[in-house]
């Protein structure tokens, strides 16, 4: 095997008998597995935990510990490595009782090497499975986290109208985990040779999947829109200057200054007013919150261009804290939020970038620490059929 090739699996041999090793080193090698041989266990459980191993072949009696002991802490210490026991015919009890210690296997003496190549491949697909398993469960302890956040957002007490627009888009991404953690589980299920632990440990977690699969669908049964959206023609400036009223009064106590420059001669705009009352809110409010010790609040509109059609310009600034630029990139997820749990749950600025693209627009932030942020959002003056085809989270 050339030195850059990568080996077929790592192999910790630990025997005490040399000419044993030295026959199971060249039949493994052979077959492009590296193998370390270690003559007590000591050497060889260091060598596991140091490679980590793959595989352990592990012969009685060791000189310096009880060979048992050493499959034990072998499953401790390097739980993905699969252990397998070497004994001779009238020993067997020993290898018998060192599976119930954990050990995938054993191998009987002499060595036979189609036996031993078998018994080594079987024990590798075993390991494949541990493997999977375990990165299935976090897959799936992800995708519990983020549901159980969202539940936590509803018992906030959130505005339904925000809670609605997001919940249904993220239960739709955690269901797409689920989906696929529920086919692999299947798949597992399928094997007939599979280990009668690790298929009661999978049946449990496909009963977790089950839950999280109902819980999403009742939330998307809950989030879904009753009706048509309310499309109509209205003033933009004079829906900025109404929902500014909501807010201008707690703002101007914390000593933020207000300055409007709505142009005068502004378009009327088509589309879902409460849902874009609700963005010049969202913004509004994240503008504020980045402004505890007070500062300047800047309101503009213009006439633009969006996509190439007729259009109108929002930018709302603010004189405070700023965003980090690592953070910057992530302010439209949903769920991302630097403010503390009381005050935020990481959804007004996901929701928002929703109902801008629903308007056939963009949104966009740019900021700079210690100096501020402004948001610029840009719609459609007629959106037309986005309006009826598109669905808030839909997606």
């Given amino acids: 095997m050339d030195a850059l090739d990568e080996p077929r699996s790592r192999v910790v041999l630990i025997d005490p008998d040399p000419h044993v090793c030295e026959m199971l080193r060249g039949i493994l090698s052979a077959e492009g597995h590296s193998v370390w041989v270690a003559g007590n266990g000591a050497q060889g459980l260091e060598a596991a935990r140091a490679l980590p191993c793959d595989v352990a072949l592990i012969g009685p009696p060791l000189p310096d510990m009880d060979s048992l002991e050493a499959i034990t802490t072998l499953k401790e210490s390097v739980p993905q490595a699969q252990a397998i026991a070497l004994t001779e015919f009238s020993s067997l ?13 054993y191998l009987l003496k002499p060595i036979y090497p189609g036996l ?5 491949e079987r024990a590798l697909e075993r390991k494949r499975l541990w493997e999977e398993n375990r990165q299935m469960g976090r897959e799936l302890k992800k995708a519990l986290s983020e549901l159980s956040h969202m539940q936590e957002i509803a018992a906030h007490g959130e505005k339904l109208a925000i809670l609605g627009q997001l919940t249904a888009g993220a239960a739709h991404e955690i269901l797409n985990s689920t989906n696929i953690v529920s086919m692999h589980i299947q798949r597992w299920l399928q094997e007939e040779a599979l280990d009668a632990k690790l298929r009661e440990t999978l049946e449990a977690v496909a009963r977790h999947v089950e839950r999280a699969v109902r819980l999403c669908d009742r939330l998307r049964r809950f989030s879904r829109r009753g009706g048509a959206p309310s499309i109509e023609r209205f003033d933009l400036n004079q829906l900025i200057s109404d929902t500014l009223g909501f807010v201008e009064q707690g703002m101007r106590l914390d000593d933020i200054e207000i300055r409007q420059d709505l142009d005068p001669a502004m378009p009327e705009l088509v589309g879902d007013r409460d849902q874009i009352a609700q963005l010049i809110l969202c913004v509004i409010r994240n503008a504020w919150d980045a402004m505890p010790e007070g500062g300047e609040l800047g309101l503009r509109t213009e006439p633009c261009e969006a996509g190439g059609q ?7 600034s603010d004189t405070g804290c700023g965003i980090p630029p690592e953070n910057l990139p992530r302010i439209f997820d949903p ?18 970038q929703n109902i801008v693209e629903r308007h056939g627009g963009r949104i966009r932030a740019d900021s700079e620490v210690g100096k501020g942020t402004t948001i610029t959002i840009q719609l459609l003056l007629e959106p037309g059929e986005r309006l009826n085809a598109v669905e808030p989270g839909s997606g």
């Fill in 93 to 105: 009890g020993w290898a018998i009782e060192a599976m119930r210690r954990g050990a995938f296997g």
């Fill in 310 to 316: 007729r259009g109108v310009c929002i930018r709302v």
């Fill in 116 to 120: 031993s190549l078998l018994t080594i």
């Fill in 335 to 352: 769920f991302f939020t630097t403010k503390p749990e009381a005050r935020g749950t990481g959804l007004g600025l996901s929701i928002c």
